[in-house]
């Protein structure tokens, strides 16, 4: 457990987790560091990441990848990602490579940022939920949401502005479910697409306000 923490003004503020038990990151301020990589991976146990602040960093992403075990819980919540000045490069609310039957939530985060906000990535169709996060580009770059692999997501009431695409929903299976939902998102003022469908993916989308992208 690692909770109500200052890492600031750093060379190297990473915080480096493998193999653990259950393991819980809560409350912890992440500010000014040169290098701000939050990895946790190979994992045994549940992970819960939430109520934390990482600002200022000229360098990071926050990565949950690889395990161990199946049937495990990830919450990513209530986080707040300000990638500061323009010469940084905050990357993405990472999650990828879980085993089968995984509970994926990533909700109620606010990421203000060049790279993609969220990113998942799947091999064992688990249905991840990406729900109430809001998620604005400094630079019109990247993508707000993506998701990849074989992953079956709900993608839920977001709001997503200022990126260069707004959400992507990839499945590489062809023989697969390639289920997913999206609805009730906000999705305006990026540079590209609003929404797009890749590969054997079969979304339901509906109910999404899609404005001032310059394509669908």
Same mark, same amino acid.
């Given at each position: 457990?690692?909770?109500?923490?200052?890492?600031?003004?750093?060379?190297? @503020?990473?915080?480096?987790?493998?193999?653990?038990?259950?393991?819980?990151?809560?409350?912890?301020?992440?500010?000014?560091?040169?290098?701000?990589?939050?990895?946790?991976?190979?994992?045994?146990?549940?992970?819960?990441?939430?109520?934390?602040?990482?600002?200022?960093?000229?360098?990071?992403?926050?990565?949950?990848?690889?395990?161990?075990?199946?049937?495990?819980?990830?919450?990513?919540?209530?986080?707040?990602?300000?990638?500061?000045?323009?010469?940084?490069?905050?990357?993405?609310?990472?999650?990828?490579?879980?085993?089968?039957?995984?509970?994926?939530?990533?909700?109620?985060?606010?990421?203000?940022?060049?790279?993609?906000?969220?990113?998942?990535?799947?091999?064992?169709?688990?249905?991840?939920?990406?729900?109430?996060?809001?998620?604005?580009?400094?630079?019109?770059?990247?993508?707000?949401?993506?998701?990849?692999?074989?992953?079956?997501?709900?993608?839920?009431?977001?709001?997503?502005?200022?990126?260069?695409?707004?959400?992507?929903?990839?499945?590489?299976?062809?023989?697969?479910? @390639?289920?997913?939902?999206?609805?009730?998102?906000?999705?305006? @003022?990026?540079?590209?697409?609003?929404?797009?469908?890749?590969?054997?993916?079969?979304?339901?989308?509906?109910?999404?306000?899609?404005?001032?992208?310059?394509?669908?």
């Amino acid at each position: 457990t690692m909770r109500r923490n200052k890492i600031s003004s750093c060379k190297n @503020g990473d915080v480096s987790v493998r193999e653990s038990g259950s393991l819980v990151f809560e409350d912890n301020e992440i500010s000014s560091n040169e290098r701000a990589y939050i990895q946790i991976r190979d994992l045994r146990a549940d992970v819960s990441i939430k109520n934390n602040t990482f600002s200022n960093n000229k360098n990071g992403y926050l990565s949950i990848e690889s395990a161990y075990q199946e049937n495990l819980s990830v919450l990513v919540e209530g986080n707040s990602i300000s990638e500061g000045g323009s010469n940084n490069y905050f990357g993405s609310i990472q999650v990828g490579s879980m085993r089968q039957g995984t509970e994926i939530l990533i909700q109620n985060n606010t990421i203000e940022n060049r790279g993609d906000g969220i990113y998942v990535n799947d091999y064992y169709n688990n249905t991840p939920k990406i729900l109430g996060n809001t998620i604005k580009g400094t630079q019109q770059q990247s993508t707000g949401i993506n998701v990849s692999g074989k992953t079956k997501a709900t993608i839920e009431n977001n709001t997503i502005e200022n990126k260069q695409n707004g959400i992507r929903v990839e499945y590489n299976d062809a023989n697969g479910d @390639g289920s997913s939902v999206i609805k009730g998102n906000v999705i305006k @003022g990026n540079s590209g697409y609003g929404i797009r469908v890749e590969n054997y993916a079969k979304p339901v989308i509906s109910l999404n306000d899609i404005e001032n992208n310059n394509g669908y």
